[in-house]
């Protein structure tokens, strides 16, 4: 919990509301992308390039994904 909070808050706002929005609040990407003014295949993108970017955090701190 402590570590998804510490990689949450080194996010830019953007990413962090694409993030929670997709994971936490469970809504589409075609929804998310919508709102935020990008294409679903940007949002996508972006969301994949964040799970990456987790599984690196976690992986630094010796959490096996």
């Known amino acids: ?8 808050r080194k996010l830019p706002d953007g990413e962090r509301r694409l993030f929670m929005g997709r994971y936490w609040h469970g809504q589409s990407v075609k929804e ?4 935020m003014g990008l294409s679903a295949n940007a949002a996508a993108v972006r969301l994949h390039r964040i799970r990456e970017e987790l599984r690196d955090f976690l992986t630094e701190r010796g959490i096996t994904v």
């Open 1 to 8: 919990k402590d570590l998804l909070s510490d990689f949450l």
């Open 32 to 35: 998310l992308a919508e709102r």
